[in-house]
């Protein structure tokens, strides 16, 4: 079992609605979680972070998190093409700057026009 | 600099050849790290820097993988003899921000 699990997708949401991208992870020292949008060819590029238990949002994007279920999960508002992407969920034991993370395998987004 | 800075972008080595590649990390970032990530997967942590202390070298798939930082800036990640499994491509990140990274292709 991988230490944080994603669906691989591919995931087809149509343009407009909510993208909901899922991610659970084994490690329950785990203290901080990311997630990155990695378009084609390029680097991962983070989108948000969170630490606490609850929603935090930030724009279109709203990152869940639930530690007794260990459970992240991202939600992507009014989805836009340009959201088309692989979206990578990671872990972190929470050294804010100085901590090596753990990434799922990614789940591939398409937004339908 | 602004930003994460590797080079090359894109190396192409024959199997058995060393290869060094290189990372300019965002200028000041104390933490500097190593993942490689092959196709269809995400990046995996290869080692971490603290300044110029390697603190954690615990994801350096063999022996013929090295890191160094000797003055805390500038880190170099020499792998020797290159095989065909270290097809992938290396990504440094300065905290949480990645360069763009090399694409390491050994045939």
């Known amino acids: 079992q991988k230490e944080v699990e994603q669906n691989s997708g591919p995931l087809s949401v149509p343009e407009g609605a909510i993208a909901s991208l899922n991610c659970t992870y084994s490690d329950r020292g785990s203290q901080s979680f990311f997630w990155y949008r990695q378009y084609s060819g390029k680097s991962p590029e983070l989108i948000m972070f969170i630490y606490s238990n609850g929603d935090k949002e930030d724009g279109r994007f709203t990152a869940q998190l639930n530690k007794a279920s260990q459970y992240v999960s991202l939600l992507i508002r009014d989805s836009q093409p340009s959201d088309s992407a692989t979206y990578l969920c990671?872990?972190?034991?929470?050294?804010?700057?100085?901590?090596?993370?753990?990434f799922g395998t990614g789940t591939r987004l398409t937004i339908i026009p | 600099g602004a930003g994460v800075s590797q080079s090359p972008r894109y190396k192409v080595a024959k199997r058995g050849q060393d290869v060094a590649l290189r990372c300019d990390p965002i200028?000041?970032?104390?933490?500097l790290f190593w993942y490689q990530q092959a196709l269809g997967q995400g990046p995996e942590f290869l080692t971490y820097?603290?300044?110029?202390?390697?603190?954690?070298k615990s994801g350096l798939p063999s022996d013929r993988f090295f890191a160094e930082r000797p003055e805390g800036s500038v880190s170099t990640l020499k792998i020797q003899r290159t095989q065909q499994e270290d097809s992938a491509v290396y990504l440094c990140?300065?905290?949480?921000?990645f360069g763009s990274g090399t694409r390491l292709t050994v045939v």
């Open positions: 990671a872990s972190g034991r929470g050294d804010f700057g100085n901590e090596k993370l753990t």
């Open positions: 990140a300065s905290g949480y921000t």
């Open positions: 200028s000041g970032h104390v933490s």
């Open positions: 820097f603290q300044n110029e202390a390697q603190l954690d």
